[in-house]
Every structure is written in C-alpha cells, then in structure tokens.
C-alpha cells in the first residue's frame, strides 16, 4: 500500500502561481512513475501531468503545457507540480497518484493507470 497525502491548494488569483505538493509514505519502492489530475465540479477527473519515479520522464496535459512543471525529490518520497499563470478554468480539486505498472505497460496519463491516491486538495482561482 502506498499513501499519499497532498498539500498547497488554496485560494489564488488569475495569474498568480501555486506549487502543490504530494507525499508518498508506505511501500514507495513499488511506485514506477506519479501523478496529477484535477477534477471540476461537474467535470470528469483529467490528467495534469505525471513524472516516472526513476527516470527524468514527464508528460504534460496539453491543456496546461508551458504553464505547469511536475518535479519530485526521492529522497523525501514527494513531487509537486508548480501551477502558473493560473486562469479561472484551472479552479478544481488536485488529486495526486501513484503508479505501480513499470514502464512500457503504461502512458502515464490515464486514471486507470495509478493504483494510489491521494484525497485531494482544492486551489479555488478567482479574478
């Protein structure tokens, strides 16, 4: 089992930056690659972006491409996603997760994917 616990969401304005933040705690050493996706009222959860765990391989949704960028640290078991230029349409809760399937058996931008997640955390973007 892995848990994660995210955190950094909060009420922000429309062009403002936001860097979120997700730990890993339990049997780490099964995860191959984490993950983003966010998901808005009324809306189906959608892909961010997801970095593989021991490579520097990450994907971008195009929807945010050139305004996120996914990072982690394996010493302390974490990633974060640093959210810029942050737009109205970005309002939604951030739900990070945590891959098991090694690469080549996945893309890393499907929920299906990731095994773990974590509860999630709200960033609310306001004009």
């Known amino acids: 089992q892995v848990q994660l616990v995210e955190s950094g969401g909060g009420s922000v304005q429309a062009g403002d930056s936001l860097t979120l933040a997700c730990a890993a705690s339990?049997?780490?050493?099964?995860?191959?690659?984490m993950g983003w996706f966010r998901q808005a009222p009324g809306k189906k959860r959608d892909f961010v972006a997801s970095i593989r765990w021991n490579s520097s391989n990450t994907e971008y949704a195009d929807s945010v491409k050139g305004r996120v960028t996914m990072s982690k640290d394996k010493f302390k078991n974490a990633v974060y996603v640093q959210l810029n230029t942050l737009e109205l349409e970005d309002s939604a809760i951030y739900y990070c997760?945590?891959?098991?399937?090694?690469?080549?058996?996945?893309?890393?931008?499907?929920?299906?994917?990731?095994?773990?997640w974590g509860q999630g955390t709200q960033v609310t973007v306001s004009s």
């Open positions: 339990g049997r780490t050493d099964n995860m191959y690659a």
């Open positions: 997760a945590a891959s098991t399937r090694p690469p080549g058996s996945a893309w890393y931008r499907l929920d299906h994917e990731f095994a773990y």
